[in-house]
């Protein structure tokens, strides 16, 4: 059977042989992890960032992808570079792209759930991170906002988000605006909420109300 040609009488093989990938402006793809720990309360795990942008804030374990892994490989091998846990069973989440999210440059990141209760002994920071801790965290929404604060000693961390709450095809969904945030890195208050969310929805998790 003769191969297709398209509009310019090339083959398949021959159109990729000279496709230029700089033609459209990619972004760096990253992932975030959610490491949750259901014992005594809701606890969040999150790593002391080591280096800039946002030296010294607290974030969730995570970083780019290479070349060659899939996401899911990705968010597995910079948990254990973070915080050395392994083998955990993680949940894909949120995706978050939206221009200006990241200092850097265009930065796509896909998060992950994980609950890792009664296993919180085996955190330890690792080379990429300065510490890593679980903090005790409490959200109370209402219909329009939604307040976050996390807590372990002396740090305490607050993020807020306006929540737009919808139905939609596949069942509630959300649009959410980040409002503020103190001490945490990035956007990841509202990948957090977003998070907060989807555990509501599986029975996981329950909001205070403002």
């Known amino acids: 059977m003769e191969e297709l040609r398209d509009k310019n009488g090339l083959t398949e093989a021959e159109f990729l042989a000279g496709y230029?990938?700089?033609?459209?402006?990619?972004?760096?793809?990253?992932?975030?992890?959610?490491?949750?720990?259901?014992?005594?309360?809701v606890?969040?795990?999150?790593?002391?960032?080591?280096?800039?942008?946002?030296?010294?804030?607290?974030?969730?374990?995570?970083?780019?992808?290479?070349?060659?892994?899939?996401i899911e490989e990705s968010a597995a091998r910079e948990l254990k570079e973070e915080t050395s846990l392994t083998g955990l069973e993680v949940v894909p989440?949120?995706?978050?792209?939206?221009?200006?999210?990241?200092?850097?440059?265009?930065?796509?990141?896909?998060?992950?759930?994980a609950d890792v209760s009664g296993h919180e002994s085996e955190v330890m920071a690792d080379d990429d991170a300065a510490d890593a801790r679980f903090f005790r965290l409490k959200a109370a929404r209402?219909?329009?906002?939604?307040?976050?604060?996390?807590?372990?000693?002396?740090?305490?961390?607050?993020?807020?988000?306006?929540?737009?709450?919808?139905?939609?095809?596949?069942g509630r969904t959300w649009e959410i605006s980040h409002l503020s945030s103190d001490g945490l890195a990035f956007d990841h208050g509202k990948i957090i909420i977003d998070a907060l969310l989807r555990l509501e929805d599986g029975g996981k998790f329950g909001f205070d109300r403002l």
């Open 20 to 41: 230029d990938m700089t033609k459209f402006d990619r972004p760096s793809l990253s992932a975030d992890n959610l490491i949750f720990s259901f014992e005594n309360g």
């Open 43 to 70: 606890s969040l795990l999150l790593i002391r960032r080591k280096g800039h942008p946002y030296l010294g804030r607290w974030a969730l374990p995570g970083g780019f992808a290479e070349r060659g892994e899939s």
């Open 93 to 113: 989440a949120g995706f978050f792209a939206y221009p200006g999210r990241d200092p850097r440059g265009w930065v796509a990141t896909r998060s992950f759930i």
């Open 142 to 170: 209402n219909e329009e906002k939604v307040c976050l604060t996390l807590q372990n000693g002396e740090n305490t961390l607050k993020a807020e988000a306006s929540v737009v709450l919808k139905k939609g095809l596949t």
